[in-house]
């Protein structure tokens, strides 16, 4: 079966400093990777993602994410926080198993403090 | 690009009483998806259209819960009759595609049964 897994709920890093959220996965065959951004009251707003080619993968606000196979994890990383990326964040996979349909991880809580 | 579109924002109801909620996505994408999220159970996929054809309604909760999509541009998630445990965050996302390309969301509706 599909399945993704965001083992931490919260991350908590100072202001300036690197972050990184991490996302395991389990999906048959070549995966398709997602990371999404929720702040209050508002939809779930797409990062980046993986299909192919280069394991790092860069997106939407200095976000990038590296994608691991052997250890089949796309960790989000970033390499200096803003009190502004305070949100909860979603890593996401597609792949054939269970007709392409997104499975979304539970979601993990970042604070970024000034 | 008005981005994928909500309605309401808001529902307060009591028990018993008939939902709709409203999403229009955004033009030229084929599929649809509608997700409940709940602290408890994070983010359901409920049900998905492709080209406005109920592919997968295998999430749906109960008979009580339909959706509908009559044309490209338009489709609704009805509960009838409603009970509290149906409160939760509803939203709607649009794709291109249901591989590569990521979901687009709507805001949401926060919809409260009392």
């Known amino acids: 079966a599909q399945s993704v897994a965001q083992p931490e709920d919260q991350v908590n890093v100072a202001e300036g400093n690197p972050l990184t959220v991490k996302c395991t996965y389990s999906v048959s065959g070549n995966p398709y990777l997602f990371w999404y951004v929720q702040y209050p009251n508002r939809g779930l707003q797409f990062l980046l993602k993986?299909?192919?080619?280069?394991?790092l993968v860069k997106g939407s606000y200095g976000f990038e994410a590296e994608f691991n196979k052997s250890q089949t994890s796309f960790h989000l990383k970033k390499p200096s926080a803003l009190v502004s990326d305070s949100a909860l964040y979603f890593c996401a996979v597609r792949g054939y198993t269970g007709g392409f349909k997104t499975i979304f991880g539970a979601g993990t809580r970042l604070f970024v403090k000034a | 690009d008005a981005g994928v579109i909500q309605s309401p924002r808001h529902e307060v109801t009591e028990m018993g009483q008939e939902v709709t909620l409203r999403c229009k996505p955004i033009s030229g994408h084929d599929y649809l998806f509608w997700y409940r999220q709940t602290m408890m159970r994070g983010l359901e996929l409920l049900i998905y259209f492709n080209n406005n054809v109920p592919i997968d309604d295998s999430g749906m909760p109960e008979d009580r819960f339909s959706a509908k999509m009559p044309n490209a541009s338009f489709s609704t998630l009805k509960i009838q009759p409603s009970e509290p445990r149906d409160s939760a965050v509803y939203f709607c996302?649009?794709?291109?595609?249901?591989?590569?390309?990521?979901?687009?969301f709507g805001d949401g509706t926060r919809l409260s049964i009392l």
């Open positions: 996302a649009s794709s291109l595609d249901r591989g590569s390309q990521p979901q687009h």
């Open positions: 993986y299909i192919t080619g280069d394991n």
